[in-house]
Nanobody, 116 residues
Framework: QVQLVESGGGLVQPGGSLRLSCAAS????????MSWYRQAPGKEREFVAT????????NYADSVKGRFTISRDNAKNTLYLQMNSLKPEDTAVYYC?????????WGQGTQVTVSS
């Protein structure tokens, strides 16, 4: 069974930084593209960033491009999201995700709150 455990969220002031981690287990991490999504209160879950299997190819939502960086350590089965220049509108629960065998799997999420 796929297991994804996010960590690293918290309260940060506007302009600050956070680094999220997602520890993966029970599947071959290096064989799959991995993604981050987020869901703000009262809004639908939205795509944030994705990393191809090798980590070389990445893609970002326009709203985070230039501020967020997705990366992965295949030796540690861990996905990261470095978030810089955070804005109040980045406040959301952040989820890591994998598409595997025609199903999308999610972690439990980690809360990020950007507020002064």
């Amino acid at each position: 069974q796929v297991q994804l455990v996010e960590s690293g969220g918290g309260l940060v002031q506007p302009g600050g930084s956070l680094r999220l981690s997602c520890a993966a287990s029970s599947f071959i991490f290096s064989a799959y593209d991995m993604s981050w999504y987020r869901q703000a209160p009262g809004k639908e879950r939205e795509f944030v960033a994705t990393s191809a299997r090798s980590g070389t190819n990445t893609n970002y939502a326009d709203s985070v491009k230039g501020r967020f960086t997705i990366s992965r350590d295949n030796a540690k089965n861990t996905l990261y999201l470095q978030m810089n220049s955070l804005k109040p509108e980045d406040t959301a629960v952040y989820y890591c995700s994998i598409w595997r065998f025609s199903s999308r799997y999610w972690g439990q999420g980690t809360q990020v709150t950007v507020s002064s």
